[in-house]
Each structure stands twice: as structure tokens, then as C-alpha cells.
């Protein structure tokens, strides 16, 4: 479970100023948290300190099989620098792949390469304000490979070399990392934390100043590194298919002779954070809408993880449940206040803990959105929660404990890893689900109402209140403070909530007494067993029973005339999705079913594909039957509502300025429509084409859609018995009758390529950034030639490979560059395929970036890549495939697509390792030298105009 407590020990000083002790981080101590906690750490998890202070935890876990996951936790962050080492922990995160003792600069990559590893999802690291994690997701568990994945993060803890010319050369990867992390909303982010805590540590940003990632020297930063990366701080974590008793001796061997002689560092105060009783912070932006925070700033106080403090949190988790319901069922009631309107409470956990209400709307509306939140929040203060809100809140609760049981053997063991020391580094201790729950039902009894709402009146106690109002506002300063003190002064009453709706509300089929065969067909030697049965003229079910995630079951009901919406019909099916989703199920509300079936882990939604609509559903395996009743209930009672259609409505005119004046926003909304020749099937929505149809217009599509003379298709796949679910199928789904479908527009324009060789787009963003592609038309003549598909898209990681070589470690230029290979199966696109580079950089280096890009093609076409490249490129292919074979999910959508398209998918995925082998360096030299030299070129650029124009 994640309810867990961090913060820091500190005093509540007089008025609004809070104090902090001489001693930061104090849980930072070197001990695991359980050995000063009454509460019992998980059994699976191996606990161990080596004589030099390294601790090391060993966790056991099968999935993804013959995989581990090992982890490196320094803990270390931004918190540690001085006024002058601002970003430098982040920068020695980056040098770690630059040169250790063992392993030179530039040869890491290229090792976990081979070893089946991808840099970014094998191979990563990330720093935040106290921590440094460096992680490696091993493909292979032999003991071999174990021990020098140890080995290299041992490397990683004392062995970076810091060479003067390494870190010159990553000055300009981290100055473009950052630049490809700005936007609006990251820097009006930036100027909200500078100002709630300006004078303190928690002001700065953990990447730093560009000025002081240009003062980086080998020697400051060698300085910082050995300054802080101690044993005591270092925590090795392994979580996998492994023995444990393998692993303990590895570890000790490892990490045994790390040491650092130099006196420890004092870790100095993090500075006061002072706020007044009221206080009014306005952004003027050009986002559309407005966004208002109010922010309540507790005071850093470390609570020591115990039982008591576990009931706590369970007690302040209630309040805030039962209070979003309130906000979420106003916002249903009311579309027009808000898009979204939130409470929480973080005042005892953190390093920054606070609570706080925040909403967005339109430039409207925003008084009335205030007036109503700060209304409800003063009602609930005032008059409580009800006894029947609380037991809802208790009953949620505890079955999102009961899924967390269920679905611990199904975490992978990166997320094990990333959750254990997310854990650890807050001081508090590692659980399992069952001993939470344990603790839970122990507790329920006693937890009282005036308990909960204590703990939702405690959020508000502080007298400091901060509010940030963030957009595109008429409204002056002097008129957003008096709409505030007029809200303060509004009369309130106590919240009537809404009547909790009877489920089942239609009458339910009758139980069948007579079932269909159930024919068993194999899938292939590393696939699944698939259950097939026909239900009179009317239903064809195919299961696939698993174990890969152990209680859980997945549901897709497909129906209709399997016929393509066209192009005057595509805006009406997206607008018709988007809607279904946020109207709930059948006749309930999304606050209904939320009442009904929160905790559950049960999910229905409704949409449309190219020609059919969909019914998905998921849900653990006990709750198998209440699936099909929920996905019954919608596929017999749509009910699109008015209310999501406004907030649909609402969402695109709060978007608009992102869409049309960002450039990520313009990237994401065009870029795939312009490079298939302006298709509308890659359109974003727009609010013209929204504000064409009423919501009887939406009606009347999705109705119609269940007006077809064809068989409907049912695929079930995960945890479950194959009998005892086919008969819950047909009980719901085996009577359908036959309609007359009403006729609709087929006629689809097929994707081309882009006619101008080079486009450049302006964009009125003030961030200067640039987006580059270059893209070349790769057509699949055959869809059924997967050895052609299977060379382009090998081809395409040596695109991304070489791009990261050239353009991040030599240049400087982009942080992340990218290559793809995508490709239509749609008969009318005729084979259309795309392989496309795209590169995010500053604007002063977008034409660098291109030329960069062409000097890689011109060099492919003069000397080809050789065998060692290609092999060492397919590994990580090919562990991505092993592990996906261990998904229900992939199983799920590969059978999907094989029914809908008559194409044998699933044997195609079976038979991808035999097809790497069979592709060679002669085979991509042969696909690059037609790809590369074709003239079937573009180059397209996405510019920010405010840059350009200086």
C-alpha cells in the first residue's frame, strides 16, 4: 500500500512562520524504519547492512519471468547542494554513464544493448530533492550477469571518473534536457514554487539554472560526488525472478570495500517557509480558462511510521474521499463551474506538507466556481460529513485494500523496486498489502465520524492561505480579492447528497440452461491456450485462459457492421467516445457508479474503432459476474448525458491556446494528419466540428450503432475457468436480434505522403523550442511480408541510435531523439508506411538538427551498418517481445486484431524471434538504400515564433 507517512521534525512557531530543526532529514540516519516502528515489515522482502553502512533489500518476484530488477539508491538530491551547486546532483546522475573506472566512456550503452537492454527503459536514472536513483532492468538472472550489473553499480557509487572534456560535453545534453522539459506550464510551475517558497531549498529547481550548469567543472562537480556518495547513504535494492540466497553474498561482495574516509557532510537547513494569513499570487497566461490553487502550508514535522500514525492516514483518507465525491457530484450537477475541482491533504506527508482546494474554468465562470468551492469547504467544516458518506468512504477503502492483495503477484519488479524506495527514502516502513489490511480492520471499528471530521477541519487549522490564480483573466487583483472576501462571508448549509442508486436497476436475463461447445485450439508453443464457442447465429466467444496476472480478467464485447465510419462520420464517433466515457455507466452517473463500485477495481467504457463500436471491461476474477451485468447494462442502456458533453466542450476551450500556440501542442495535433497527406482520420478534435451536433445527435449514433445484422464477437482474457465463464457470456450477450443496420458514410481518403520536401511551421509560443522531423515513406506493398516490416523497424532503432550518438553525446544538441517506423493495415491506405526521426531541441540549433540528421542518412547510404550493429540492436527487441509474451493484455489485443482484419497476428508474433534471426546487415542495406534514397523525403519543422523573431 502507498498510505504511507513522510515529513520532516520541526517546531510550529508563533503566527504563520514555521521552524525547522538544526537536523534535516533526520530520518536519514542509515537504519531501515521498521527497526524503530511497532509496525512488521513484508516478509518477502530480505533486509540487510553491510559492516560499512550499505543497506541492501532483496525482493523475490516472478514477474517479468527471468528478469531483475537492480537499483542503486543514493540518498542524495538537490537538497545537499550549495548556493553554488545548483543541479550539480542531477549532473552526476548524467556522468554516471560517462566514464567509471571499468567501463569507459561511451561503452555502457552499447553493453546493455547487447545484453537485451534499452537505454531509458532498461537503463535509467532520475534525481529528485533528496534522492539519486540509478536503475538497471536486467534481461537475464544468471549469476553472471547479476554480478556485473552489481558491479557496475558499484562503479556508479564511487567509480565516475568526471573527465574535463565528459563533462563539458554533457553541459549541453542537460542545458537541452532542460530546455526540452520547458513549456508554459512547467515555467509558470517554476515561478508558484519560487514564490510559496522562496528563501528556502524548496525554491530551486532540482536541473538547476543554465547559469550554473555552465559553471560545472570536473573538479566542483568531483567535489560534490565525493562529498555525498557514502555507504551510509547508499541502499542497493534487487527485486526479481531470483534466489535470495545468491544475492546477499553478491551484494556483500560488491559493495563490501565502499568507503569514504572524508568527514560527514552537514546537512544544512532547508530554510523557513513563511506565509501570511492571506495572500493573492496572480499568473497572467495565455492558456485559455483559469486555474485557482489555494494552498495551506503545514508545518515539516517527521512522523515516526506506527500504527497509530497508519490510522491516521486511514482517518484523513476518508475525509478527503467523501469530500472529492462532494466536489465531483456538484461538478456533474453544475458542469459549467469546473473541468475539475479537487481537495487534498498532504499536511502530514512530504517534504513539503500542505492541503489545499484547486479548480479550473473558463474565464466565465471562475467567481462562481470560487464562491461554490470555498462554500462547500466551510459547509463541511461546519456542519460534517453523514454517517452514511463515512461508511461508503470505509467501504472503498478497504476493497481498494483487498485489490492491492490481489494484485501484488502481478507487479513488475521495476515497480516493486521504484514503490520500495519511494518508501524507504520517506522514512517509513515497507508493508505488506495483507498486514495493512490487517491493521485496517482492526482499526475500523473504532474510526468514528467526529474523527473524520477532525481530520478534515485539521487540513485548515494553519492560518496561512496562498491562493494562485493562474490564466487568462479580465479580472484585476483588487476584483479577485473581493470576490475572495465575499466568498469567506456567504451563507452555507449543510450538503444533501444525492440518493445511492439500487444496481441491478433493469431486469436481468435469465440464467441459460444450455451452453455451446467449447472448442480448445492451440495459439503456439509460447502462447496461450484459445477457447472458442458459437451461440446460435448471434455470438462468437473466444477465451484465453492465464496466470500472467493472477485475479484479474479483461472483457471486449465488438459490434456492429464491421464497416468503416467515413470521413464525414469520424468527427461524430470521436466526439461520441469522448462523451460515453465521461457519462458513467448506462443510466448512472460517474458519482453513481462510483458509489457503487469504487474500490472494486471494476472498469466499463464504451467507444468506437474504425468500424465498430466497443465495450470494454475489466475487473478481478471474483467480480467476473458483475462485469458482464455492468457491460450488459451499457451496451442495452447507453446513455450519453449533457454533462459530459459540456465538460468535453469545456476540455477543448481550455486546450485551444495549448493546441494552436504551443509547439508540443501543434506536434500533437498535426503532425500526424500532415504526414499522411492531411487525413482526417489523424485529426484532433476541434470546436467546430464539436459544436455541429447536439447531444440528440450523439444519441442517436450510438443507438444506431446497435442496430447490425452480424454476429457480435466477445473476447475474455486472463484469470478465470472457461466453463463458468461462458455461461455468464450467453446468459448476458447470446440474445441479440438482427436489425436492419441504418446506412452510414464509408468512404475513407487514404493516407500520402506530404507533398512539400521541407514545411516549416510558426508557432506563437514564447518557449523556445523547436521540434524537427525528417521522414521517409516506407510502403508495406504486403502486409503478410513481415520480414520487410521487421527489417524497417530495425532499421528505425538504428536511426535512434545514431541519432542519440550524434546529437546528444557528441553535440549537445537534443536530449532525447527519436526514430519510429509506423505502418497502416487499413486496405484503403494501400501499404502507407512512415519511418520518421524527430528530434526536440532549441530553436538556434533546429537547422544543426536537420543537417545532423542527413549526415546520418548520407552515411548509412555510403556505408551501410554492419553485422555487429544489427545484433547488437535486436536484443533489446527481443527481450521486449519475451516479456510482453507474459501479458494478457498482449494476448487480448493480438486475437483482437487477427478477428477483426482476418490476418494471422498471433502466429506473426510467435514466429518474431525466428524472423530476427533470419535478418542480416545485407537485409537492411538493401531496405535503407531504397528507404534513404528515395524521393519520397520531408523535412518538417515546428518553430516558436517569439524566438524567431528576435
Keep these: ?66 528478469r531483475v530488477s537492480l537499483y542503486l539508491n543514493m540518498q542524495v538530491g538537490s ?30 550503452i552499447p553493453f546493455f544493448q547487447e545484453n537485451g537492454m534499452s537505454f531509458g527503459g532498461d537503463t535509467n536514472a532520475h534525481t529528485s530533492l533528496a534522492e539519486t536513483v540509478y536503475k538497471l532492468n536486467l534481461a537475464k538472472v544468471d549469476d553472471a550477469s547479476v554480478e556485473k550489473a552489481l558491479f557496475i553499480l558499484r562503479d556508479f557509487a564511487d567509480g565516475m571518473l568526471m573527465e574535463e572534456h565528459e563533462v563539458k560535453d554533457e553541459i549541453g545534453v542537460i542545458l537541452s534536457e532542460k530546455k526540452t522539459r520547458e513549456s508554459e506550464e512547467s515555467l509558470a510551475k517554476d515561478a508558484r514554487r519560487t514564490h510559496l517558497y522562496k528563501g528556502t531549498k524548496f525554491e530551486d529547481n532540482v536541473i538547476g539554472t543554465e547559469q550554473s550548469i555552465q559553471s560545472v567543472t570536473s573538479s566542483n562537480l568531483t567535489h560534490f560526488y565525493t ?46 517557509v513563511k506565509r501570511p494569513v492571506f495572500e493573492l499570487f496572480v499568473q497572467p497566461r495565455e492558456m485559455d480558462g483559469v486555474s485557482f490553487s489555494l494552498s495551506i502550508i503545514h508545518p515539516r514535522i517527521f512522523y515516526k511510521d506506527t500504527q497509530e500514525r497508519l490510522r491516521e492516514s486511514f482517518v484523513q483518507s476518508m475525509a478527503s474521499y467523501i469530500f472529492n465525491q462532494r466536489l465531483r457530484e456538484i461538478g456533474l450537477k453544475h458542469p459549467h463551474l469546473w473541468g475539475k475541482a479537487q481537495f487534498y491533504n498532504s499536511s502530514k506527508k512530504g517534504l513539503l506538507p500542505s492541503a489545499g482546494l484547486s479548480f479550473i474554468s473558463n474565464s466565465e465562470h471562475w467567481e462562481e466556481a470560487l464562491k461554490s468551492l470555498i462554500k462547500e469547504s466551510k459547509s463541511a467544516q461546519a456542519f460534517g460529513f453523514s454517517v452514511e458518506e463515512l461508511s461508503q468512504a470505509k467501504t472503498v477503502i478497504g476493497r481498494n485494500l483487498d485489490k492491492a492483495i490481489l494484485n501484488e503477484a502481478n507487479q513488475k519488479s521495476s515497480d516493486i523496486a521504484n514503490g520500495f524506495v519511494t518508501i524507504a527514502n520517506s522514512g517509513a516502513v515497507y508493508t505488506s498489502s495483507q498486514e495493512d489490511k490487517k491493521h485496517y480492520e482492526q482499526f475500523l471499528p473504532t474510526i468514528t465520524l467526529a474523527e473524520v471530521n477532525a481530520a478534515f477541519n485539521e487540513a485548515f487549522a494553519p492560518e496561512n492561505r496562498t491562493l494562485v490564480v493562474s490564466g487568462k483573466l479580465k479580472a484585476s487583483h483588487e476584483q479577485i480579492t473581493q470576490a475572495w472576501k465575499s466568498a469567506q462571508k456567504q451563507p452555507f448549509q449543510a450538503y444533501e447528497a444525492s440518493v445511492k442508486k439500487e444496481f441491478p436497476y433493469l ?110 471491461g475489466s475487473a478481478t476474477s471474483k467480480d467476473f459476474s458483475p462485469l458482464m451485468q455492468t457491460m450488459w447494462t451499457q451496451y442495452v442502456d447507453p446513455t450519453p448525458k ?91 450477450f447470446g440474445v441479440h436480434e438482427k436489425k436492419a443496420h441504418k446506412a452510414y458514410d464509408t468512404h475513407l481518403q487514404s493516407a500520402s505522403f506530404p507533398s512539400q520536401s521541407y514545411h516549416e511551421r510558426i508557432v506563437e ?99 551501410g551498418v554492419s553485422e555487429d550493429e544489427i545484433e547488437r540492436l535486436k536484443a533489446p527487441m527481443l527481450t521486449s517481445w519475451k516479456s510482453g509474451l507474459r501479458k494478457s493484455e498482449l494476448w487480448h489485443n493480438l486475437l483482437d486484431r487477427e478477428l477483426r482484419h482476418e490476418l494471422p497476428f498471433v502466429q506473426w508474433h510467435e514466429n518474431y524471434p525466428k524472423l530476427l534471426e533470419q535478418i542480416h546487415a545485407k537485409d537492411v542495406n538493401e531496405a535503407l538504400a531504397v528507404i534513404l534514397n528515395t524521393q519520397k523525403s520531408a523535412a518538417y519543422v515546428i518553430t516558436s515564433k517569439g524566438v524567431v523573431n528576435e
Excluded at 700 to 729: H, W
Excluded at 781 to 800: P, Y
Design 1 to 66: 500500500m502507498n498510505i504511507k507517512k513522510i515529513g520532516l521534525t520541526c517546531l510550529l512557531a508563533m503566527c504563520c512562520t514555521l521552524s525547522v530543526s538544526a537536523h534535516e532529514l533526520v530520518w536519514y540516519d542509515g537504519k531501515w524504519a521498521h527497526e524503530g516502528s511497532d509496525l512488521t515489515p513484508d516478509k518477502k522482502v530480505t533486509f540487510g547492512t553491510l559492516k560499512n553502512g550499505v543497506r541492501y533489500a532483496i525482493i523475490p518476484n516472478k514477474l517479468p519471468k527471468g
Design 79 to 108: 537538497l545537499m547542494e550549495e548556493e553554488s551547486e545548483k543541479g550539480f546532483a542531477h549532473f552526476v546522475e548524467h556522468m554516471a554513464f560517462n566514464g567509471t573506472k571499468h567501463f569507459p566512456a561511451g561503452s555502457l
Design 227 to 272: 562529498t555525498w556518495y557514502r555507504p551510509e547513504r547508499a541502499m542497493v535494492v534487487v527485486v526479481g525472478d531470483i534466489e535470495v540466497s545468491k544475492l546477499a553474498p553478491m551484494v556483500e561482495k560488491t559493495f563490501h570495500s565502499f568507503k569514504n574516509d572524508t568527514p560527514p557532510p552537514v546537512v544544512h537547513d532547508f530554510g523557513e
Design 507 to 616: 431486469s436481468l436475463p435469465k440464467e441459460v440452461t444450455s451452453l455451446p461447445k467449447l472448442e480448445k485450439k492451440s495459439l503456439g508453443k509460447d502462447a496461450p491456450t484459445l477457447y472458442v464457442a458459437h451461440y446460435n447465429d448471434t455470438l462468437d466467444i473466444y477465451m484465453i485462459p492465464t496466470k500472467y496476472e493472477h485475479n484479474q480478467v479483461m472483457a471486449r464485447l465488438i459490434f456492429g457492421e464491421d464497416k468503416p465510419f467515413g470521413e464525414s462520420v469520424l468527427p461524430l464517433r470521436k466526439i461520441a467516445s469522448t462523451v460515453l466515457s465521461g457519462s458513467g455507466i448506462g443510466a448512472l452517473s460517474p458519482t453513481e457508479v462510483s458509489k457503487l463500485f469504487g474500490g472494486l477495481g471494476l472498469s466499463v467504457s464504451e467507444g468506437f474503432d474504425d468500424a465498430n463500436s466497443v465495450i470494454n
Design 642 to 732: 449533457e454533462s459530459a458533453l459540456i465538460r468535453f466542450k469545456q476540455s477543448l476551450e481550455l486546450g485551444e491556446h495549448q493546441k494552436e500556440k504551443s509547439v508540443e501542442g501543434v506536434d500533437q495535433a498535426y503532425s500526424a494528419s500532415y504526414f499522411h497527406g492531411d487525413s482526417k482520420r489523424y485529426a484532433s478534435m476541434s470546436l467546430e466540428s464539436l459544436e455541429q451536433y447536439r447531444l440528440e445527435d450523439i444519441r442517436t449514433f450510438v443507438k444506431n450503432q446497435r442496430d447490425f445484422s452480424r454476429k457480435a464477437t466477445m473476447i475474455i482474457t486472463g484469470d478465470f475457468e472457461p466453463k463458468s465463464v461462458l455461461k455468464e457470456v450467453v446468459r448476458y
Design 765 to 863: 509560443d514564447k518557449v523556445d523550442k523547436s521540434v524537427v522531423y525528417r521522414v521517409f515513406e516506407s510502403p508495406v506493398e504486403n502486409i503478410e511480408d513481415r520480414k520487410r516490416i521487421a527489417t524497417i523497424n530495425i532499421l528505425s532503432a538504428v536511426l535512434k541510435d545514431r541519432l542519440r550518438k550524434e546529437l546528444r553525446e557528441k553535440s549537445g544538441v537534443a536530449y532525447s531523439p527519436s526514430a519510429s517506423f509506423k505502418h497502416s493495415i487499413n486496405p484503403v491506405d494501400k501499404g502507407f508506411g512512415l519511418l520518421s526521426m524527430k528530434v526536440t531541441t532549441q530553436t538556434k540549433n533546429k537547422q544543426e538538427a536537420l543537417a545532423k540528421m542527413d549526415e546520418i542518412v548520407a552515411d548509412l547510404l555510403c556505408s
